[in-house]
């Protein structure tokens, strides 16, 4: 069991150091990621929204008082990576940081039901 808790919090904090990178390149960096959103046909209006969510998603995974808010923050996290990934493809951009990401995410999310069950 003591090895399962290790890889969970080892994936965990990668998890929030992948999203919380991504969101600080949006809070300081937020003229580069809204040419990127463009080049992506995003909105750019959702660039600060996006790295404030980014950032409670993290601190919910970390905190861990409400499942409910949990497991919604893993979704948000789970569709953030696939249309990460899939605008980046549709770009022809090489692979992202989000292909990476989402194994990490997996591992969290079930190893932290075990893990806390």
Do not use: C
Not at 36 to 43: I, V
Not at 55 to 67: A, F, H, Q, T, Y
Not at 88 to 108: E, K, R, Y
């Amino acid at each position: 069991m003591k090895i399962k808790n290790i890889i969970y919090w080892i994936s965990t904090i990668a998890l929030s150091l992948v999203f919380l990178y991504s969101a600080q390149m949006y809070v300081f960096k937020t003229e580069m990621i809204k040419g990127f959103f463009e080049s992506f046909n995003y909105p750019t209006y959702i660039v600060i929204p996006l790295a404030l969510v980014k950032i409670l998603g993290v601190v919910m995974i970390l905190w861990r008082k409400s499942n409910w808010l949990t497991e919604w923050a893993y979704a948000g996290f789970f569709f953030d990576l696939v249309l990460a990934t899939a605008a980046h493809a549709n770009a022809g951009h090489a692979i992202g940081l989000s292909v990476f990401a989402m194994p990490i995410l997996f591992v969290s999310y079930f190893l932290g039901k075990e893990v806390r069950s």
